[in-house]
């Protein structure tokens, strides 16, 4: 079971890491319009759209990434002196009652927001560019599923926490403990080195 919500884990991690670069596309951008404007004073006409659909993008490619790691903002200042058993009880409620709910929701509302976009080959009225938005809107249903898939691996979480009593893995523990045994291996490499050369030195 455990592995099975790793492999979630990364799943997630792949789609938050790969559309994290959309900050780096969204800094270029900003930053020639800032050159075209203020240097050139030749302004470009898909500046802003540009902006809102990168940061779009951006905000929602990487949601299940966050929940993945336990990141969203939550208000702990009472669920971080509960007891696992509790906090476990808690989170499973709430994303029985709210989540699971709210994603379904989300993706039936944004599959039918984006294909009414896809049949207008809707165009942004912000801009004289006339940008397509039809992709950004594909995005809505797209990010559901994947935050719905997460939030299935965290009601696993959950249930195998009231089981055991205590949190299982995440993909960021994981990642920890091989970085510490890779750093380990590479430690006792070099004192097998250090040795066999006092070795070689003293012969």
Known sequence: MEAFLIVIDRISAGIGKVFGWTIVV??????YEVFMRKLLGAPTRWAYDFSYIMYGTLLLMTGAY???RNGHVRGDFLYRTW??????ATDLVLYVLFFVPAMLALMYAGYTFAGMSWRFFERSIFSPAGVPIYPLKTLIPIAAAFLLLQGLAEIGRCIMCLRQGYW???LADVEEMETTILHEQERLRQLEAEKSG????GR
């Open 198 to 201: 006092r070795n070689g030195a």
């Open 83 to 88: 007891r696992p058993r509790w906090q476990a």
């Open 66 to 68: 966050t929940l993945s």
């Open 168 to 170: 299982p893995q995440r």
């Open 26 to 31: 969204l800094t270029l951008g900003v930053t």
